[in-house]
């Protein structure tokens, strides 16, 4: 038994789930361009007013973004990993994977961010998980430091908004205990 | 009393929500059991983890950006 139906709730299946929460997993998978329908949003099926709540939130993520994706995700993988967030850390490793982000620069984020090159992408992920694990720490120079690498105000604002995403998403999993999708599994070779 | 106005049920609703923002590895089943021992349902349950995790988003926006209290909050709070 998924340590989430040991926690007592019930995963909700495409072929069980109301004709509200059927509509809602359809509109995920059209909206996120996923063929399946992964253990995070399934384990939202009880209650339809969350799913709503958590499929806005992110739908309004992925539509108003301009950061590239790799870069998203990096961010989104890099502090799942301090985290120890082991579904979402999967889940991001397997889309950084997709979007073509190499093999050492994925060891050094979960790592040692002192070995991610180039420099401006280390600064980034430094701040990222500042921002994301010791937010009152964050000062003047941890921007400056940033814009004099040629990251703009736009930019780094939409990092923290990401950060604050990669938080609130690994809170939810680690929480409810959701397992790691099996399809996501098999893509990291761990079925 | 209506259900949201028993204390008891208020604060372990607020310790749970602390608990996942805070601690949500710490989660354990009995910290949903006892909730549900008190008449809350799943459903709610959820809903309470997606506040908190809203919760400490806002919190890390506010904090990281260095954001003020605005001027009318603080009146209000008489500050």
Sequence with gaps: ?191 | MKRWENPERVRVIIEFAVKSSKYPQTVVVQDFQSRRDMGITDDEILQIANVASIAVYLDTMADTFKVEVDQEYKNVLGQ
């Design chain 1, 1 to 191: 038994m998924s340590e989430f139906r040991k926690m007592g709730f019930k995963m909700i299946e495409e072929d069980s789930a109301s004709a509200e929460v059927r509509q809602l997993y359809d509109d995920f998978k059209r909206n996120f361009q996923s063929p399946t329908v992964p253990n995070y949003i399934k384990a939202f099926g009880e209650s339809p007013e969350s799913l709503r709540l958590y499929m806005g939130v992110m739908s309004s993520v992925y539509q108003n973004l301009s950061l590239p994706q790799a870069l998203t995700a990096m961010i989104c993988f890099t502090i799942a990993t301090k985290n120890q967030c082991l579904y979402c850390s999967s889940l991001h490793e397997v889309t950084c994977r997709t979007l073509g982000v190499d093999e050492d620069t994925l060891t050094a984020l979960a790592e040692d961010l002192n070995e991610v090159n180039p420099l401006r992408i280390r600064a980034i992920m430094e701040f990222a998980v500042k921002a994301a694990k010791k937010s009152k720490e964050v000062t003047a120079e941890d921007y400056e430091n940033l814009r004099n690498l040629g990251v703009s105000n736009n930019e780094i604002m939409q990092i923290v908004f990401i950060a604050g995403i990669a938080v609130f998403n690994d809170i939810l999993a680690d929480s409810f205990k959701i397992e790691v999708d099996p399809e996501v599994n098999e893509a990291l070779g761990k079925s």
